[in-house]
């Protein structure tokens, strides 16, 4: 990534110490995070900077952002601690859980606008358009954000409001509750299985192990694959309006009842 002349480059544990700042705190653009770098003393002691040392230029401070970012560089530092903390005997090989979440995309519903025809609505200010979104249909197929066009309007669930956003996913180990992989997807119905897979596959091996999961995840070809995979799916049952694709006696309070009542136990749910 570095090349051995010319001016020297940013580390890259200072790049995501304040890109970890821009996000939990919110900053909107790289100008302003240099700005309170420039005073913000508690922002330079978390990103390693002296006190009379100079800030970035924030062209500067893109650039190698993004550079980093494409050369994985997060990917492996996030993969130094994991191998710190299973060294260190504190992460489990057997017990796992896995869950995604709603990443809200840095992208406003006013940019997303229809595929064919660009913007719709009249410009009161051209600054910031005025645009009307009633009795107007809006979807995926149909709108897309100009801004960010990765970014999904999708809602997590029924009577929840529709935003711009990507998925986050993260695999847990269920020893001390660290977190083993994670990744980010954009936002789909069949997104968090997915991942879910494919995270499961780096960790499975020839070894059985166990993943817990909320309703979400049962579904036939999630709970199928898994067990292909050698995981024991723990899946909590969804029986809403449909019927579940865990089978009764593999749940953990169902199999718990049927083995006080007659102290039978089931091979094939701890095999």
Known sequence: MYSEIGRPSIAPEKLLRA?????????????????????????????????????????????????????????????????????????SDEHFSVDGTLIEAWASQKSFQRRDSGRSGQDGDRGNTSID??????????????????????????????????????????RNGLAVDGQITKATGTAEREAALDMLGDVSGDKRVTVGTDKAYDAQDFVKRTREM??????????????????????????????????????????
């Open 19 to 91: 890109l970890l700042l821009q996000i939990l705190y919110t900053i909107r653009s790289e100008r302003m995070l240099m700005e309170q770098l420039d005073y913000n003393l508690l922002f330079r002691w978390f990103v390693g900077l002296n006190m009379d040392e100079g800030v970035w230029d924030a062209t500067v401070y893109s650039k190698n952002r993004d550079r980093m970012l494409k050369a994985d560089i997060a990917g492996l530092f996030f993969q130094a601690v994991v191998e710190e903390a299973r060294v260190a005997g504190l992460l």
């Open 133 to 174: 979104f009633h009795d107007e249909k809006r979807t995926n197929e149909t709108h897309k954000s100009t801004t960010d066009p990765d970014a999904r309007l999708y809602k997590k669930g029924k009577g929840k409001e529709a935003k711009l956003c990507y998925v986050g996913h993260v695999l847990m180990e269920n």
């Open 230 to 271: 050698n995981v024991t799916p723990h899946v909590t049952q969804n029986t809403k309006g449909r019927r579940s694709a865990i089978d009764d006696f593999r749940t953990p309070a169902t199999f718990l009842n049927k083995r006080r009542s007659n102290r039978r136990t089931e091979p094939a749910y701890f095999s």
